[in-house]
């Protein structure tokens, strides 16, 4: 019974937060709103390539040029994190400027899309429908960029790992 109570006062203080929270109810609003989460990720993909892209690139360079001074059981055991921090950092670099072109154009289109609905040009309808297309699309890149971050941090930390118990004199 004790803990009920406070599971059940957390609960209500939840759904109070949430139904009190300013929720967007227009459609302008939902988009001004979808807009500036872009405009965040648009942000965060630039950090993403100057800071943790770049460290990790350098991380990963220092790594392999050490692997000379290694034994060959030590080679064996690096190789694999190596090759897959290798792989995401291609692949981040492949996959960044198409990311960046989609950010631009989902900008563009929740701009054209805005002045479409104040001008009544689209119905409501139409209007939800191109809505919630480039909010697919904002997802899709949310999560990339998430997914990169995730990556990034697990190799960074991996890479250390390598450097403290291998690379140390």
Do not use: W
Request: hydrophobic content about 40%; overall charge negative.
């Amino acid at each position: 019974m004790r803990k009920i109570i406070p599971t059940l006062i957390a609960v209500f203080a939840c759904i109070l937060f949430v139904a009190c929270s300013e929720q967007p109810k227009t459609l302008p609003e939902k988009i001004d709103t979808l807009k500036q989460q872009v405009v965040i990720d648009a942000k965060t993909l630039k950090k993403i390539e100057a800071e943790d892209y770049t460290l990790l690139q350098k991380d990963f360079v220092h790594c392999d040029s050490m692997l000379q001074h290694l034994s060959q059981a030590q080679v064996e055991a690096c190789f694999e994190q190596l090759n897959l921090t290798n792989a995401y950092l291609i692949q981040f670099g492949e996959v960044r400027p198409v990311m960046e072109r989609k950010i631009d154009y989902v900008i563009q289109q929740l701009d054209n899309l805005k002045s479409d609905v104040e001008s009544h040009y689209l119905s409501d309808s139409l209007a939800n429908i191109y809505f919630e297309t480039e909010n697919r699309v904002a997802d899709t890149l949310h999560a990339q960029l998430e997914y990169f971050q995730d990556r990034f941090k697990s190799c960074k930390e991996a890479l250390n790992k390598l450097k403290k118990s291998n690379f140390q004199p």
